[in-house]
């Protein structure tokens, strides 16, 4: 079990345990669009597959964002939403929201 294994590679009982690897292939993309000088909306997908037998699970993600700069990058409010699913047909997903606010002095 994973409570049983070391960081070395040996089991509480001596035995070698066997690791997966991480190999994965992945792609992201994000577009944005100021709508004003102070309103930017934005959108991104993005796809990690594991490569053979992998310790790395399927992910999809989709989700946009909304940003308001109240003084340019020194004062801004940002939010975003994004649907996580480790299955290929986007079912049986996770939901994301976040609002963030970053002030800069």
Known sequence: TAD???IDGVAADGSPTAFL????WGAFGQVGQ???ECLEVSARYGHLSPI???AVALLNEVGGGVSYYFDH????????YFYFSGAADF?????QG???AQVFF
Not at 21 to 24: K, L, N
């Open 52 to 54: 053979g037998t992998s």
């Open 91 to 95: 079912s049986g997903g996770a939901h």
């Open 34 to 36: 100021m709508l004003t």
């Open 98 to 100: 976040r609002l963030q």
């Open 4 to 6: 049983a294994e070391s």
């Open 73 to 80: 990058h020194n004062l801004k409010l940002q939010s975003d």
């Open 21 to 24: 690897s991480r190999q994965a």
